[in-house]
């Protein structure tokens, strides 16, 4: 495993530059460490190393990187299927160490998306317990984790029980889900 995570943190550096650093900070904003790598690469790099499964997941998130916790998440997004238990697992352990939006969404959006289908449940759990959660962080991904669920109209009492609590909530990044989950309702989506 080491030597996978050798080999992705190489890459990683090579692709690193000021420019895109720059623009991360000013995109995502807060206190993150990042190496300034621009998505496509890390697209790749997920399809590439995707053989690394879990373990792979789960030591680029304890790397602690910005790029390594979006990879992580992708790789998790592309195996989620073999093992939806582990995979959210991994989301329960992941969960606590996000210090960012861009983490956050594509932990929602991408970590657990082949089984949105299949782990409907387990998924609105999770939300449910993060929903109350002292960290902010957490609070948002209660949000994102069903933001894919807004499409289905029988689920929108259970999401909107979701939203209530969090309408007021002092933390702009959570008010800015509440305001995106809304906008999906109102889009019809």
């Known amino acids: 495993m080491s030597e996978q995570l050798n080999a992705i943190q190489k890459i990683l550096k090579a ?19 990042a190496y300034g790598v621009r998505m496509p690469v890390l697209n790749e790099l997920a399809k590439a190393y995707k053989s690394g499964g879990f373990e792979l997941a789960e030591a680029l998130w304890k790397s602690g990187m910005m790029e390594e916790k979006i990879l992580a998440v992708k790789i998790l997004g592309l195996v989620a299927k073999k093992d939806p238990e582990r995979s959210l697992k991994l989301i329960r352990f992941f969960a606590p160490g996000i210090d960012n939006w861009a983490v956050c969404d594509a932990m929602g959006m991408q970590g657990l998306k082949p089984i949105l289908k299949t782990h409907q449940q387990d998924i609105f759990a999770l939300a ?20 894919w669920y807004t499409r289905i109209p029988e689920l929108h009492p259970e999401i909107k029980q979701l939203i209530k609590p969090l309408e007021n909530d002092p933390e702009y990044y959570v008010r800015k889900a509440v305001t995106w989950i809304n906008k999906n ?4 989506k």
């Not at 692709?15 to 460490?33: D, Y």
């Not at 993060?130 to 933001?147: A, D, G, I």
């Not at 309702?185 to 019809?188: I, L, P």
């Open 185 to 188: 309702f109102a889009k019809g």
């Open 15 to 33: 692709n690193s530059n000021a420019e895109a650093l720059e623009a991360q900070q000013k995109f995502v904003p807060g206190e993150m460490k």
């Open 128 to 147: 449910k317990k993060y929903n109350r959660s002292t960290n902010f962080w957490e609070r948002r991904l209660s949000l994102v984790l069903v933001e």
